[in-house]
T-cell receptor
Framework: LAKTTQPISMDSYEGQEVNITCSHN???????ITWYQQFPSQGPRFIIQ???TKVTNEVASLFIPADRKSSTLSLPRVSLSDTAVYYC????????FGTGTRLQVFP | DADVTQTPRNRITKTGKRIMLECSQT?????MYWYRQDPGLGLRLIYY???????NKGEISDGYSVSRQAQAKFSLSLESAIPNQTALYFC????????????FGEGSWLTVV
């Protein structure tokens, strides 16, 4: 099973770019990398998914190097409302969310 | 209306009581899941079901059981609740196939006293 490792917490200020890296050394050929965001007392919600190289949507960008053993979620110009926990998942897997990265954005 | 509905949203129960958390979805998804989240911690998978006839244990299935009554319904039971099962429980769904987005319900707060 592909296990993911990500920082427990990160701090940032409004307007800055935030990069959260996740390592998944045992990723399999058919695995996708997916990121979710969770606000307190709410269920996680999908942010972005990728297989390789770079994916961008209206919320974030996802960078995946050629070896796919890590990935970086990039949040451009964060605001206070981006304060949340961010989870990196490798799917298909046992849908293990882990502890995620707690991002705190300050004014 | 929410696509994934959990009931009850909040429940206080006593140690040793049986409690059932229900989940229904209107997304037409085959796959359904139950997760548990303890305060300040990540989500842990309890059980998952890939279709009506399929039930699988997750990371922490001990003390829990599930029933997939229909494609749209997946219930979680605590046969004899204990205080360390106090947590926020989430039901989730996804389409058949790998890599599909998981959609979560609003959660059910369960307190066992």
């Amino acid at each position: 099973l592909a296990k993911t490792t990500q920082p427990i917490s990160m701090d940032s200020y409004e307007g800055q770019e935030v990069n959260i890296t996740c390592s998944h050394n045992n990723i399999a050929t058919n695995d996708y990398i997916t990121w979710y965001q969770q606000f307190p007392s709410q269920g996680p919600r999908f942010i972005i998914q990728g297989y390789k190289t770079k994916v961008t949507n209206e919320v974030a960008s996802l960078f995946i190097p050629a070896d796919r053993k890590s990935s970086t979620l990039s949040l451009p110009r964060v605001s206070l409302s981006d304060t949340a926990v961010y989870y990196c998942l490798v799917v298909p897997d046992k849908l293990i969310f882990g502890t995620g990265t707690r991002l705190q954005v300050f004014p | 209306d929410a696509d994934v509905t959990q009931t009850p949203r909040n429940r206080i129960t006593k140690t040793g009581k049986r409690i059932m958390l229900e989940c229904s979805q209107t997304k037409g998804h085959d796959r359904m899941y139950w997760y548990r989240q303890d305060p300040g911690l990540g989500l842990r998978l309890i059980y998952y079901s890939f279709d009506v006839k399929d039930i699988n244990k997750g990371e922490i299935s001990d003390g829990y059981s599930v029933s997939r009554q229909a494609q749209a319904k997946f219930s979680l039971s605590l046969e004899s609740a204990i205080p360390n099962q106090t947590a926020l429980y989430f039901c989730a769904t996804s389409e058949q196939g790998d890599g599909n987005t998981i959609y979560f319900g609003e959660g059910s707060w369960l307190t066992v006293v």
